[in-house]
């Protein structure tokens, strides 16, 4: 009788487990980027050179929510407009902006970068 009950508690652990991994991996909405970027905006068009920590965090977040090329893809297709609309952004900033946050982009950011493009947009793993 105990065995068939830690069998059933297992099996209820391992779909808890398996349901909470694909929910975390729901690839978050234009509006939810851009509040989680939002904090980056001062210091992608200000002068100074420490990159506030609610800036990296979300930066780093979005890079854990981006597991896929298609997740990558609408990510990127979110922080396109918003790299677009800021003005007196710095583009150096802007492209160096992944690695003081201590994340690795394999290409350069940019308004103008091509979403589509898997090449530009395979990894963001750190």
Request: with cysteine; aromatic share 4%; charged share 15%.
């Amino acid at each position: 009788m105990a065995s068939s009950m830690v069998i059933k508690v297992a099996c209820l652990a391992m779909m808890c487990i398996v349901l909470g991994v694909t929910l975390t991996h729901a690839v978050p909405t234009c509006g939810q980027v851009t509040s989680t970027v939002t904090p980056c905006v001062s210091y992608l068009i200000g002068s100074g050179s420490a990159v506030p920590a609610p800036c990296c965090n979300g930066v780093r977040t979005l890079n854990n929510q981006a597991k896929t090329t298609p997740d990558r893809q609408a990510v990127c297709r979110c922080l396109k407009p918003i790299a677009k609309n800021i003005g007196g952004l710095n583009p150096e900033k802007l492209a160096s902006l992944p690695g003081k946050c201590g994340v690795n982009f394999p290409y350069k950011i940019t308004a103008s970068i091509d979403c589509n493009k898997y090449d530009q947009v395979r990894s963001l793993r750190t």
